[in-house]
Structure formats: C-alpha cells, structure tokens
C-alpha cells in the first residue's frame, strides 16, 4: 500500500479505520449486509465507479436467494401477528 499523497488521503483513512472499529456494533443490529468485493480499489477511486458498482450488483445478486427467504419469514411473522391482533381480547370484570 501507498502511503498519503495528501491531507485528504489521511483522513480517508482515519475514517476507514472508525468505521472497521464500530462496525461490529452496527452489523449486530442489521439483518443483512452486503460486502462487494472492493479490494484493489482506492477510496477515492471514482475513476472506477462502474467497475465498483459492477462488484456491487455482483454482491446483491449473490445475496438475493437469502434476502429473499429473509423477507419470506419476516412476512410469515408478521401475518402471524397480524391475525394475533385481530383476535378478540379478554378482558378481567
């Protein structure tokens, strides 16, 4: 790896690293994550955005069959709740 050509390289990377610290905190709150494979690529590297977003698009595909049996049961759950709520509620006299 290279090191800063500039002010603006350190602070990409200041906040490449905050962000591998916290990610093991915001990643226990998602249901799903998606990581293109990005190596070899710079952070400022907008001169290959269609190859990144190509890497993107390669990485939400290969996570559509999850997704998809993701949402199947969050929609199972949530009928299930649906039709609990609908039932009427006893209450104490």
């Known amino acids: 790896m290279r090191g800063p050509r ?6 990409g990377q200041c906040f490449s690293i905050a ?7 915001w990643r ?3 249901d799903l994550v998606l990581e293109p494979d990005v190596d070899g690529f710079s952070y400022d590297g907008f ?6 977003i190509a890497s993107g698009e390669r990485a939400m595909r290969a996570a559509l069959p999850a997704l998809r049996k993701f ?3 969050k929609s199972a759950a949530n009928e299930l709740l649906a039709k609990a709520d609908a039932k009427p509620h006893m209450t104490a006299a």
């Open 28 to 30: 226990k709150d998602t």
């Open 6 to 11: 500039h002010l603006f390289d350190v602070i």
């Open 47 to 52: 001169d290959r955005s269609s190859e990144l």
């Open 71 to 73: 949402l199947e049961a």
């Open 19 to 25: 962000q591998a610290r916290m990610s093991a905190q």
